[in-house]
């Protein structure tokens, strides 16, 4: 069901909160204003942090269609915009051959036609929806080059893209558009001026508590205070990848399907993995940090 934009910071955070999702208020501000103002948001922080689940809630819970568009090294028009369906394409021209020449003018005239038309994400997000304009989803722009960079800062200047045997496609109300980046490398600026910014930090111990009482509700209290301690820590050390909300999330999980109601020094041992993604930092906290990791747990209890 659609749901009305708020109209208020406090209503930008009932709205998220309905959704699972525990902001702070300079980010409940930051979302409020990107839709109050119709611009882009565009979303830094280290991995795992909840970049992208902010668009996750804001589609859920306003009702609106999730287009996203994921990005990697290489993405391309064809495969960001759209591109034309060759083989049928080539399948209506060979029909229109076997038919004789007056098939076969008519098929010339209508062979970019938009039957023919293969829609990505962004031109896909500039169509109109009954439910109203969707949110559109641009992940780990960074990842891009600096060509598509250029590309998308055209769209979002005027919400338009132009196909050259079809015309322009404009769009008749801005979708809302979310654009995250991990900083693997520097977004231009002129991007960068076409959307209101925040930074998305690991959360406060309070708050990444309140974070896995709504993600893992079944997990007892003293479990999720000793997971965000000890993940507290583990931020402090030197790490090459800390671990995010994501981890802890999945962190606590773990536990919980090893029937752990409680997180001590086997336990940690046997769900690193969960939490680190590198050998170094594994092999790092093993050797300098678990010591310290357990008493940070222990002392939460």
């Keep these: 069901m659609k749901t009305d934009l708020p109209e208020s910071i406090e209503d930008t955070e009932?709205?998220?909160?309905?959704?699972?999702?525990?902001?702070?208020?300079?980010?409940?501000?930051?979302?409020?204003?990107?839709?109050?103002?119709?611009?882009?948001?565009?979303?830094?922080?280290?991995?795992?942090?909840?970049k992208t689940e902010i668009a996750k809630v804001l589609s859920a819970s306003l009702g609106r269609k999730l287009i996203r568009l994921q990005c990697y090294e290489g993405l391309d028009v064809a495969s960001a915009v759209y591109e034309w369906n060759y083989p049928r394409q080539m399948m209506a021209i060979r029909l229109a051959e076997s038919g004789g020449e007056s098939n076969m003018s008519e098929v010339s005239e209508n062979i970019y036609g938009a039957e023919y038309l293969i829609e990505r994400p962004l031109l896909s997000a500039l169509r109109p929806d009954n439910g109203g304009p969707p949110v559109l989803?641009?992940?780990?722009?960074?990842?891009?080059?600096?060509?598509?960079?250029?590309?998308?800062?055209?769209?979002?200047?005027?919400?338009?893209?132009?196909?050259?045997?079809?015309?322009?496609?404009?769009?008749?109300?801005?979708?809302?558009?979310?654009?995250?980046?991990?900083?693997?490398?520097?977004?231009?600026?002129?991007?960068?001026?076409?959307?209101?910014?925040?930074?998305?930090?690991?959360?406060?111990?309070?708050?990444?508590?309140?974070?896995l009482r709504n993600k893992v509700p079944e997990a007892a209290d003293s479990l999720s205070l000793q997971v965000v301690a000890a993940a507290q820590h583990l931020r402090g050390a030197d790490l090459f990848k800390p671990p995010g909300v994501a981890e802890t999330i999945d962190w606590v999980r773990a536990l919980i399907a090893l029937d752990r109601g409680y997180l001590d020094r086997d336990g940690l041992e046997e769900t690193l993995g969960v939490v680190l993604k590198y050998r170094d930092d594994i092999n790092h906290v093993r050797e300098n940090t678990i010591d310290g990791t357990i008493a940070a747990a222990s002392a939460a209890l």
């Design 14 to 50: 009932t709205l998220l909160h309905s959704g699972g999702y525990v902001p702070d208020r300079p980010l409940a501000i930051a979302v409020f204003l990107s839709l109050k103002l119709g611009r882009p948001l565009f979303l830094e922080g280290e991995a795992g942090v909840g």
């Design 137 to 211: 989803l641009i992940d780990e722009l960074d990842r891009t080059d600096e060509p598509f960079e250029a590309f998308l800062l055209e769209v979002l200047s005027e919400y338009q893209v132009t196909i050259p045997e079809l015309g322009t496609v404009a769009a008749s109300e801005s979708p809302i558009v979310i654009i995250t980046s991990n900083r693997t490398r520097e977004i231009h600026d002129a991007l960068k001026r076409r959307c209101l910014y925040h930074w998305v930090d690991y959360p406060d111990a309070d708050r990444e508590y309140e974070i």
